[in-house]
Nanobody, 125 residues
């Protein structure tokens, strides 16, 4: 029902910035909780950020709090992740995700029903 496509990944030096985008299809987008997760090589997928359907509520993982900002533009069916002060440990594949029915901004990846293909972010030192 919901299809997600991420873009904006790439190679950046430590301390730099990058902005990820996720374009969503589906007529329920405006009321759908959206999240960003990341997965580094050999590690479990990790919660980065989530945003409420209206954009009025946000939640962040401890590892990115203060450096990343999630936002959305429902008129463009898009959600964004602004990544500042990037560190080598931020290197990962970043995934956009959407909840089907739930409204909480949970960090539990099993609560998200739709996933994008991922976009690679590499931070060099």
């Amino acid at each position: 029902q919901v299809q997600l496509v991420e873009s904006g990944g790439g190679l950046v030096q430590a301390g730099g910035s990058l902005r990820l985008s996720c374009v969503a299809s589906g007529r329920t987008f405006r009321s759908t909780v959206m999240g960003w997760f990341r997965q580094a090589p050999g590690k479990e997928r990790e919660f980065a950020a989530a945003i409420s359907g209206s954009g009025g509520g946000t939640s962040y993982g401890d590892s990115v709090k203060g450096r990343f900002t999630i936002s959305r533009d429902n008129a463009k069916n898009s959600v964004y992740l602004q990544m500042n002060s990037l560190k080598p440990e931020d290197t990962a594949v970043y995934y956009c995700a959407a909840r089907k029915h739930g409204i909480s901004l949970t960090p539990d990846l099993t609560s998200y029903d739709y996933w994008g293909q991922g976009t690679q972010v590499t931070v060099s030192s």
